[in-house]
């Protein structure tokens, strides 16, 4: 059995296996969620108090 031909095919497939299971029909695509806004708006970071 000739192992150049048989790597040869075996890369071939998982080449073209890939190049199938990578591409999805643009029909099927789906969005994502997006999160609900916060009903309260975010407080500024508080600073440090200064200790004298």
Known sequence: MN????FFTVVA???LSC?????IGHDKVQPFPQPAPSPC???PPSTPSQVS
């Open 19 to 23: 190049v199938g299971a990578g591409s």
């Open 3 to 6: 192992l150049r031909s048989l």
């Open 41 to 43: 708006p975010r407080r």
């Open 13 to 15: 497939s998982a080449t």
